[in-house]
């Protein structure tokens, strides 16, 4: 029977165009730019202008992804949309994206892991790939965060942003493929965790969106834990020596987090790539937006090993290794 591994073949980005900055947020809130600057890493983020939903934003991250892969809406027989905050409660903001983008074939759907959303989408579409069962998939992570902010709540408001990432995963025969493709993946969740990162409404509870509520020095002491944790279990599922990373792509929530767990790992600062100064924190666009940054520019080349790894509300968590 013949083997398969799912492959990278195009990676893409999109921001809102309007840029929020530290200092207009201390206009709107009791916060300073050092206080967010010393606690986080974030100098700014982008937030979606008015009428521009999480599909505008996932459409043309999907297109950057395709047109960098050279393939077509005829070649995508696979949308898997992580997103927290999709259009509408129904239907899916991947089947509004595949209308979007013209692709009248194969399947469609969403998955909710919130910021850990991305690392389990490419498990899933891996999955899907590996079997054989579709040929060639965009996996996709979108998110306009700044509509369930409380924006009158400086311990939440100064940390998110909007933006997408997405990047096509095809099918190749693993003979074929040499060394590249999706090699380790673990996934956790743990839904006792739930009040440290939630939001305070939905369809079945208040029949309202609700705003995003966090204990954030509680998540943060798990993720450093949990986030090193993860990337073991990848590695040694993968067999692959963590140092021998080239590229260590984390969820950008808070730059402590990430430069804690890249120690924790044993990662110099050079294999780092943060985006956290000027995207904050995307949810799961994160990952893909700052693939999609450090292969725009050059640093991640075809054959890199690249980690992947992300903590969100569940909480859930995980990590994946990739040989682009
Ligand atoms: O993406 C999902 C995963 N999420 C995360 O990974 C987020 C994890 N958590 C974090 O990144 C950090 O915990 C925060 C950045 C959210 C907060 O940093 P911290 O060092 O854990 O601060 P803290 O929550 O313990 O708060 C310290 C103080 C408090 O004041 P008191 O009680 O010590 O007087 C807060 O009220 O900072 C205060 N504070 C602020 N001050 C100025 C909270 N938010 C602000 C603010 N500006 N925006």
């Known amino acids: 029977m013949t083997e398969y591994v799912s492959v990278v073949r195009g990676v893409g980005g999109y921001l809102p165009e309007r840029v929020l900055t530290n200092d207009d947020l201390a206009k709107m809130v009791d916060t300073t730019d050092e206080w967010i600057t010393a606690r986080t890493g974030i100098k700014k983020r982008h937030i979606a202008a008015d009428g521009e939903t999480t599909s505008d934003l996932g459409t043309v991250a999907a297109t950057r992804a395709m047109n960098a892969a050279g393939v077509g809406p005829g070649d ?5 949309v992580a997103t927290a905050t999709p259009d509408y409660t129904f239907p899916a903001t991947a089947t509004v994206i595949q209308h979007k983008l013209g692709i009248t074939q194969g399947a469609a759907f969403d998955l909710q892991a919130v910021c850990s959303g991305f690392v389990f989408a490419v498990a899933t579409a891996d999955n899907f790939l590996v079997r054989g069962q579709f040929e060639r998939a965009l996996v996709i992570g979108a998110e306009t965060f700044s509509r369930i902010l409380d924006w009158s709540d400086r311990s939440t408001c100064v940390l998110f942003g909007d933006g997408a990432g997405a990047i096509v995963l095809e099918r190749q025969e693993k003979a074929k493929a040499g060394d590249r493709g999706v090699k380790g993946i673990h996934l956790r969740s743990d839904g006792r965790f739930r009040e440290l990162l939630y939001v305070d409404g939905g369809p079945s509870t208040t029949q309202t969106v609700g705003h995003l509520r966090m204990v954030g ?52 600062d050079h294999k780092v790539v943060s ?22 520019d050059g640093r991640i080349k075809q054959g890199d090993l690249v980690l992947i790894e992300a903590i969100g509300g569940g909480l859930t968590w995980g990590s994946a290794l990739i040989r682009i």
């Not at 995508?76 to 898997?80: C, G, N």
């Not at 985006?275 to 725009?296: E, I, K, Q, R, Y």
Request: proline content about 3%.
């Open 275 to 296: 985006t956290v100064a000027d995207h904050g924190n995307t949810s799961a666009a994160s990952v893909p937006l700052a693939l999609a940054a450090a292969t725009d």
């Open 76 to 80: 995508i027989d696979l949308i898997v």
């Open 217 to 268: 020095n509680q998540v943060f002491k798990h993720a450093v834990g949990k986030i090193s944790e993860s990337v073991r279990a990848a590695a040694q599922q993968a067999g692959i020596d963590v140092k021998d990373i080239d590229w260590f792509v984390p969820h950008q929530a808070n730059q402590r987090i990430l430069s804690a767990v890249a120690e924790r790992l044993g990662l110099d």
